[in-house]
């Protein structure tokens, strides 16, 4: 019988699952992908996850996300986590934008929203001692620093053509910023395969670096004057660190991918890059968890949301087609937790 859910693991995480299952102790590190409104299929897993999953948990859980990824976990990481949530997924899914929407509007508008998933709380996000939130956003160089469309556009298509050739290279057009829980040291800051920024988090800068992390280059503005971070021009994340390709736990614990996706792109010029796939070694003691192609197919458009949706849809079509998209994400937060309670994740577990 066909599942809703897959779920794949890395050599290392597939032993252990088949001999233990996946007890939420054995779970050291989750990250959250980039994808805008992607995330929308993962909300009722989110929602399985903080409030039954890792209900009970002490010992900390090291989060990191760009873009949608790190909203969800500022969700997390929140002293009310299911409200925030539901405060994260109905903004969201209920923000109006005009026709044609300049980037000021949405990224004003995105702003908005983060103040209300936060509220008063930045400092109860920063001091949970078991969701530990990190962030990645990325400062421009060059041409990528520009607020004109033909000069960032241009600084664009040359960190793409570099990025063709070697993943290396984005260091000359941008430095990752990795924004991280103050006082923890995280298995994320070894991070050394690009130049890396480490600047902690604080309350005076979490909401413009959780915005920073989701500013999509063209589509919102870039954020300026970051309390605690180098001075620049800080766009998304996911431009370095699209889906992730980093060894984050060096030990026995395994790393919990809840992904839109059953596959990942390392980096946002990666897109269009068949060849390039995610490090072997880096994949070892990941469990990925995603919607199967079964279940998405049965989506309204036999799709998962995206970002086209703004443009081919109207807002009452987009708004349906997305509740749909929530509610039946609740099964697949059902399905995850009888796989894990019921011990049958040993037997429905694939490779990766």
Request: glycine share 10%; proline share 3%.
């Given at each position: 019988?066909?599942?809703?859910?897959?779920?794949?693991?890395?050599?290392?995480?597939?032993?252990?699952?088949?001999?233990?299952?996946?007890p939420q102790s054995s779970i050291e590190v989750m990250p959250g992908a980039s994808g805008g409104p992607k995330w929308f299929v993962?909300?009722?897993?989110?929602?399985?996850?903080?409030?039954?999953?890792?209900?009970?948990?002490?010992?900390?859980?090291?989060?990191?996300?760009?873009?949608?990824?790190?909203?969800?976990?500022?969700?997390?990481a929140h002293p009310d986590a299911l409200s925030a949530h539901e405060r994260f997924e109905q903004g969201y899914l209920l923000t109006q934008y005009s026709d044609n929407p300049t980037p000021e509007e949405i990224t004003s508008k995105c702003r908005l929203l983060i103040k209300?998933?936060?509220?008063?709380?930045?400092?109860?996000?920063?001091?949970?001692?078991?969701?530990?939130?990190?962030?990645?956003a990325v400062r421009s160089r060059g041409l990528g620093k520009s607020s004109r469309k033909g000069s960032l556009?241009?600084?664009?298509?040359?960190?793409?053509?570099?990025n063709a050739a070697s993943r290396k290279?984005?260091?000359?057009?941008?430095?990752?910023?990795?924004?991280?829980t103050p006082g923890v040291t995280s298995p994320f800051h070894t991070m050394s395969d690009l130049p890396t920024d480490r600047v902690e988090l604080s309350e005076?800068?979490?909401?413009?670096?959780?915005?920073?992390?989701?500013?999509?280059?063209?589509?919102?503005?870039?954020?300026e004057g970051i309390s605690g971070a180098p001075s620049g021009?800080?766009?998304?994340?996911?431009?370095?660190?699209?889906?992730?390709?980093?060894?984050?736990?060096?030990?026995?614990?395994?790393?919990?991918?809840?992904?839109?996706?059953?596959?990942?792109i390392p980096g946002?010029?990666?897109?269009?890059?068949?060849?390039?796939?995610?490090?072997?070694?880096?994949?070892?003691?990941?469990?990925?968890?995603?919607?199967?192609?079964?279940f998405v197919a049965k989506l309204p458009y036999g799709k998962i949301p995206d970002r086209n949706d703004f443009v081919n849809l109207s807002y009452e079509e987009r708004v349906r087609y997305w509740k749909v998209v929530i509610q039946e994400s609740q099964r697949l937060g059902d399905e995850f937790l009888e796989q894990v309670n019921s011990g049958r994740i040993r037997e429905t577990v694939r490779p990766l």
């Open positions: 019988m066909s599942s809703i859910l897959d779920i794949k693991a890395g050599p290392a995480a597939l032993a252990r699952v088949r001999d233990e299952g996946l993962l909300t009722g897993l989110d929602k399985a996850l903080i409030g039954e999953y890792f209900k009970d948990r002490k010992e900390p859980l090291h989060l990191l996300g760009t873009s949608a990824g790190s909203w969800r976990f500022a969700c997390y209300e998933i936060i509220g008063s709380h930045a400092k109860g996000i920063l001091d949970n001692s078991v969701m530990r939130y990190n962030l990645i556009m241009t600084g664009l298509a040359m960190a793409a053509l570099a290279t984005l260091g000359l057009f941008f430095t990752r910023t990795l924004f991280y005076a800068n979490l909401a413009e670096a959780i915005l920073a992390s989701g500013s999509i280059p063209m589509v919102m503005e870039g954020v021009v800080y766009r998304d994340g996911g431009v370095t660190d699209y889906h992730f390709d980093t060894r984050f736990a060096g030990n026995d614990k395994l790393v919990l991918y809840p992904h839109f996706y059953g596959h990942r946002w010029f990666d897109k269009g890059i068949k060849w390039r796939k995610p490090s072997a070694v880096n994949s070892e003691n990941l469990v990925m968890v995603s919607p199967s192609d079964e």
